[in-house]
């Protein structure tokens, strides 16, 4: 079965980075598209960014585009999300997820219900 584990939350303040990663259990990540989700207290779950299985594509929210980027290290079957100029407004539960067996155009758009195998999430607070 398939399992992730995020690792790499924490307490920075405004305008740090972190990275955040993605590790696999029990199976190879190549096979997967992997998104990165978050959420914040009282508002629904958001994608942020999401990856092909290939490494050569990636997408992200608006809201991270420029300070975030994704990619994927196969030798380690882990995928990171490395966060800089982080917000106040990034705080939250990040989360990722392994796409489901659909097209990239359809991955890329970040419904979580494209995605399953969700980690238990590691926790980002940016605060002053």
């Known amino acids: 079965q398939l399992q992730l584990v995020e690792s790499g939350g924490g307490l920075v303040q405004p305008g740090g980075s972190l990275r955040l990663s993605c590790a696999a259990s029990g199976f190879t990540l190549d096979y997967y598209a992997i998104g990165w989700f978050r959420q914040a207290p009282g508002k629904e779950r958001e994608g942020v960014s999401c990856?092909?299985?290939?490494?050569?594509?990636?997408n992200y929210a608006d809201s991270v585009k420029g300070r975030f980027t994704i990619s994927r290290d196969s030798a380690k079957n882990t995928v990171y999300l490395q966060m800089n100029n982080l917000k106040p407004q990034d705080t939250a539960v990040y989360y990722c997820?392994?796409?489901?067996?659909?097209?990239?155009?359809?991955?890329?758009?970040?419904?979580?219900?494209?995605?399953?195998?969700w980690g238990q999430g590691t926790q980002v607070t940016v605060s002053s």
């Open positions: 997820a392994a796409g489901r067996p659909l097209p990239w155009v359809t991955l890329a758009t970040m419904r979580g219900a494209d995605f399953g195998s």
């Open positions: 990856i092909s299985s290939s490494g050569g594509s990636t």
